[in-house]
């Protein structure tokens, strides 16, 4: 142990090679290009494929390493052809492993090395495949995520309340759903529009006066046909994806990405304004029945919005089970009223009631008004297809139990849909006024009684359901796309409790900024509400449709009909609500779906740029090609370096070692001895405002030995970073092959509101100097006492 | 050069120790310690002196050295004996230039090294003393400053047209000001109270009813011999401070650092206040004359601060050739009215007009009212100690210059303000309204027409260079605390246009917030404005009589009788304003003043710690004593580490190089690279949130060839800095003694947008490192093209 220890201690363990043969010609190590000569030097001329590898079916699966991705068999090759590279240059791994002056076998259970349990417990020790030396593994407990300060660890706490204990990785598996769970888990969505559908397509009828309101028999029977052929077309999604689907992997899959992305962008805006207007409609079915609390209905509607987001943030299946009665309640309210309903309305041989008061015409009856009509209806489909997305959170086995509950939600949905609308027909129920349809067609069933008040509790809480379920459908949406290299790969992290994290804040704060922004108010929200998912939709069939024809699988021609027909009427819905509704607020959708897709087609060039640039194989072909010395138009210099070019092995690696020292202190001093302490060639640098204190400066200096080379650079114009900058820039361009290490000194304080004491030099350098290649930025800290 | 470049080519220049040596007994060279053991060893045993030599003579002077502070005998001699134990370990002198890769004559004019012009240019190359190399100076020029992107070269170049070009240190000394120059820039403040004492003081007296107006004759009489003592008391300040003072350096020098403070706290409040009360008074002359805008005042306000502000940052003398005519043309305006009122006057044998309309008594007439009409009316002296503040910006004979200005002002201001008083009388002017009480008297004496016109214009500009003086002693004040180390050191800072552009903007921020909180009115303003400015002069007076009696120079006695009669009259005005405003305002300077004070004490123990933990003489003293290896209570492991003791030379510095490898890619390898090449003992540390995901990476790495050491994280609940941190802290806990360098790849990226699509994990893992010693963080960058 003590020998061990001491290699390490005063200087460089490795043996520079002798100094004539590397100082005249080539390293006595060949480097990696040069051994497999061919594949490298022909790199240039046949770029690697950019194209990453088409998904597996096993793609649509949710899995924490799909942050960390795999490198192709390519890219293992060229990194073992450049691993070539480093043998010979380097001694031998058992010399490294010798060196090391640490002791790997770390006793985390002892609390002189670590507070137990905090810290990571070894898991075992693997002898590795070569047989040149040990790989540990060392597992990290659920504390190593925890905050060290005790007040942030206490704020943890708090929140650990509303969001739960973190959960392994392995638990994802576990996180799934049986089907009566998931049926109300998942369909709140699309029942609950329910709640507000019918009322929109009636609030545009009564423009052309309340005589007209019959016509939603016939347009509901429409929406009837067309929820049943956009239903069945998603069963056949569900066969066709397994492993969950949803529009933006089928359009992708089938029609290719940009058709996809189109599709992204409808169901990023469908989940956005799904949360909105089920919380407004939600808020609104209360204060139908309270309506004293009216005025306050956006303070409650965001209130309603942070809680989901935070019940989301506990996982899965705790927020299912939270949320699994609701929908069953109010499938029971619904039953309630058009049972009810439907049994008045027989005591009157069906006549209908004639509305009261009666609504004049505002508008004339003709075609349009009735597409508009119709469009608005549809907006009570929204959520049909959050099953077949969601297809991965069933209990196995998962396809089968997707359709059946899908099958169960569409025959709830279509009875509870036609029943609202024949008894809002029968009772002669109008909409406006503050009072929601369906409490005035409750109050004209069921009285104004309990049974009313829990009509009203059960729609209140589906449609806070079925705002949660857009916290499960979104973040799933942006965790495939971000996989795809779509939106930033943040998306990609799985939080502690196993629910995407960054998805459900990215939905809740757009969605209450809509909501309030609306005024909590559902009307207005109706006619952004419906493009996005019926593009959705389409894409999905259409995609479904090219499938069938790829594919021609068992009954394709039936599945070919079933999603053709979907994808017609629903391309009809997105074409219909568009046109009419555009100057009411669809123009809003149509500018921002081609926003969306554009950004993240952007977003999709930067990675696929990155990892061109990153991966060993490209290093070899495009990488090279690129300028390489500086990014972006704020660089200073423009491009000449050769320094991209030579850093792969070590032997590649020229250091030259820069200190900027302002005050010769024990900081200063302490980073001299660290850069002089790596053996490579040291350059101090001081900045010196006047040439009286460069005078002085220089007397330390020399006070303190002058043993080593030093620079001063007079900036009579005050300036320090920018000077210093310039200089290692000038020094850079003059051997743009060094790698240049800047050992910065920097003063650490104890409490935070003492930063404003020190300047803060070494972020500033590092800053300035990030367009350079080459250009190490090192931090020795230097601690002051509390 | 050929051989040169190569020397630190390929791997450390500097031959490593014989092994055998280094791993069994001392190393080769001898700690500074042990070479010059006396003084070392009993360093702990006796501390260093820790307060700082006092200031000299010449310590009121400002220069941009200040910043950085030169280091003492006793430290020079320490740094020596530091010096002595790096020679032995390291090569000699010679062999580190000789090694350096770069050619240190660069040629800055080669636009190929670096833009021509925006760079430094070589000054000259000075033989350093000891002969062992040279040692040379460059100089940057005024471009080195410059931003590089184009964008902000612009905003730059927009900036400059308010602010000017930068100026060299070396002008310092040339913007200097003659005595009439001076005067008008330094005596507004207290000419220009002028404008509001008066009717502060008559507001008051009103509250006792019209009747008792006649009341401000005497009051006014008071008001001028106390005057007379405390500006004759700033003129024994000139003598005895002929580089410059004012009251928190008297204060300092003759009553003790605790009584500087104080002084200096209500100094700050007053310079604040004057700048609101300035403006807020020029604008109400403004529309006391165009009534209309009276609703705006707080816009138009703002507005004149922001210009004052961004005036100043151009620098003292162009702020005041811009700012001279306004003083003497309010001196002009007010003789006007005085000469006119008082001829008017004497036409009526100097019978005062009754008030009229008649406004009855509210308040009693009594002591206290008395009482509080003279403080107010004391608010007419504020400003009567910027000259002796600013002796430095006199042109030589700096004193001599200043006690005329001095005495000029005096007499301006004593007779401005009696003949506004008298007139006043004379006139049966009151205030009240939104019409200012000069205004009133103007009318009276002038008419409404040109002459009167040509009055408000003069008082509203006065008014605004008032506040503009505060500008001018502000930053100096914050100047001569910072360098006490009482604020912090940025206010050392002089801009490029040797303007404290630092002060100047920290003074027009909280001016501009007080402004418009009080609405822009100057009235309510009054009961703050007095105690600060009282406070100042009552402890500068104060410590002149205590200089006085402790140097005896020529006339000591005469001189000590004025300064004791100014302290007492000015600290009666204190107590006065202190206790009968204490409802209306007074009371949050009682409380802002020992607040300001406790808050520059905390500043001052920090700085001072912080000059104790960072000299050369420190670190043999009480550095070594304090706690060492954690700073601060989020620190996640308690201190242990003997790591502060042994670092202060090479030989002490033992290297242990960390690379996090996230992904297997060309960034990872390049950090590798660098980590191998820098010679040191290296171990590869790979984080991974599940079993699959870290055998996949130890294919890859075997793929490469395993040519280090690795370290795999298992960690299931997906943090990735944590495991880390706490991985690194437990290797630190058990071997503090190392110097752990974190090698971290950082992926650059072009564009700021596409900083959101990469994580920032060097920068994570750097802020979670902070709190341990002796951890380095090197970012090793890898640039993405655009």
Redesign the interface.
């Known amino acids: 142990m ?2 061990r ?13 002798p ?1 004539e043969l ?3 010609s080539a ?1 006595p190590c060949v480097r990696g290009r040069a051994v497999s000569g061919r594949a490298f030097h022909s790199g240039t001329s046949t770029p690697a494929p950019t194209q990453p590898v088409p998904p597996g079916p096993d793609d649509a699966a949710v ?3 799909a ?5 192709d068999k390519e890219a ?2 060229a ?2 052809r ?3 590279g ?2 010979g ?2 001694p031998p ?1 058992e010399h ?2 010798e ?6 076998h ?1 006793e ?1 259970a002892d609390p ?4 137990t349990g ?3 417990e070894i ?1 075992g020790t693997h002898p ?3 047989g ?2 040990e ?8 504390k ?3 905050p ?3 007040a942030r660890r206490t704020l943890r706490s708090a929140a650990r309340v509303l969001i739960g204990p ?5 638990a994802l598996a576990q996180e799934r759903m049986g089907r009566l769970l998931a049926l109300a888990v998942l369909s709140p969505d699309a029942l609950s529009s329910v709640a507000y559908g019918p009322e929109a397509m009636l609030a545009v009828l009564l423009l052309a006066g309340s005589g007209e309101l019959k016509l939603s028999l016939p347009i509901g029977a429409a929406l009837a046909v067309l929820m049943l052929s956009v239903g069945l077309g998603y069963r056949q999604v569900i066969n066709a994806y397994p492993h969950g689907g949803g529009s933006y992997i089928i359009a992708s899959d089938s029609l290719g990405a940009r058709w996809g992305l189109i599709a992204g962008a409808g169901l990023i805006l469908d989940y956005v304004l799904t949360v909105a207007v089920s919380v407004a409609s939600g808020v609104e079915a209360v204060t139908s029945a309270i309506p004293s609390m009216y005025s306050d209905r956006v303070l409650v509607g965001l209130l309603v919005i942070f809680l989901l987001a935070a019940g989301n943030l506990r996982g899965v299946r705790d927020a299912g089970a939270l949320f699994a009665a609701p929908t069953y309640l109010f499938v029971a309210a619904i039953a309630l009223i058009v049972v009810t309903g439907l049994v008045k309305a027989a005591s009157h041989d069906f006549t209908p009631t004639t509305p009261h008061p009666y609504h004049p015409p505002v508008e004339a009856l003709g075609v349009l008004l009735v597409l508009r009509a119709f469009s608005s209806g549809a907006t009570a489909m929204t959520g049909i297809e959050v099953i077949s997305n969601a297809v991965p959170v069933f209990r196995p086995p998962e396809a089968k139990h997707a359709r059946q509950t899908l099958t169960a939600m569409l025959a709830l949905l279509i009875s509870m849909f036609a029943g609202v609308v024949l008894v809002a027909h029968f009772t002669g129920a109008q909409p406006g006024g503050q009072e929601t349809l369906l409490s005035r067609i409750a109050r004209d069933t069921v009285g104004s009684g309990t049974a009313y008040g829990f009509v009203q509790f059960a729609t209140t809480v589906v449609l806070l359901v079925a705002a949660n379920s857009a916290f499960n459908g979104f973040p799933r949406l942006l965790y495939f796309m971000a996989r795809d290299s779509y939106v ?3 998306f990609l ?4 409790r196993l629910a995407f994290s960054n998805g459900i804040l990215v939905l809740a704060v757009p969605s209450a900024i809509i909501f309030a922004a609306f005024d909590g108010k559902t009307a207005p929200l109706i006619p952004l509400f419906a493009i996005g998912v019926f593009i959705a939709f389409t894409l999905a069939q259409a995609g479904m449709v090219a499938r069938w024809r790829r594919v021609r699988g068992r009954g394709w021609r039936a599945g070919l009909a079933t999603n053709l027909l979907g994808a017609v009427l629903s391309a009809a819905v997105v074409v219909i609500a568009a046109i009419t509704k555009f100057t009411e607020g669809a123009w809003l959708v149509v500018v921002l779906v081609p926003l969306i897709v554009l950004v993240c087609e952007r ?1 999709h060039g ?2 696929e ?2 990892r061109r ?4 194989r ?2 070899e072909s495009s ?1 090279r090609l ?3 010395s ?8 423009p491009a000449t370096s050769r320094h ?1 070019e030579l ?10 070692t820069i200190v900027p020292v ?6 200063a ?2 980073a001299l ?2 850069a ?8 101090a640098l001081h ?4 040439g ?3 005078e ?24 320090t970073v ?2 210093l900058t ?2 290692v ?3 850079h ?3 743009p092959d ?2 240049m ?1 800047l ?1 910065v000194p920097e ?5 935070p509101w ?1 930063r ?4 803060h030099t070494a972020a500033r350098l ?1 800053r300035a100097l ?17």
Chains 1, 2 share one sequence.
Not at 5 to 17: H, Y
Not at 613 to 616: D, E, F, I, R, Y
Not at 647 to 654: C, G, K, L, S
Request: neutral net charge; aromatic residues 8%.
């Open positions: 003590a020998s220890r001491s290699i390490g201690a005063s200087g460089p363990f490795l043996k520079p090679p100094t590397v100082a005249t390293p899995t924490p390493s942050a960390l991705p795999e490198l293992l090759a990194l073992e450049v691993g070539k480093w043998k240059c380097l791994r490294w492993e060196a090391l002056p640490i002791d790997r770390i985390f002189m090395v670590s507070r905090r810290f990571a898991r590795s495949s070569d040149g030396g790989i540990e593994e060392i597992e990290a407990t659920a190593a995520g925890e060290s300060s005790p973190p959960l392994r990785s392995t930033p790969r943040l992290r799985l939080g502690d977003i930067h990675y740029m990155a640039a990153l991966t060993p490209a290093a990488h690129l300028p390489s500086v990014a972006g138009p704020d660089a200073p210099l991209a850093q792969d092995t070590p032997i590649e690696v020229h250091n030259f302002a005050v010769f202190d024990l900081a001093l302490r001895a660290y002089a302490s790596l053996g490579q060639p040291v350059l900045v010196s405002p006047t009286d204190e460069s002085r400066f220089r007397r330390e200096w020399e006070a303190w030995g002058n043993h080593l080379p030093l620079e001063i650079i007079v900036s009579p114009f005050r300036a920018a000077p310039y200089y820039a000038a020094l361009r003059q051997r060094l790698t290490t050992v003063i650490v304080v104890a409490k003492q404003i004491l020190h300047s590092r990030r367009p350079y290649e080459g250009i190490v930025v090192a931090t020795v800290p230097f601690h002051l006492p509390p």
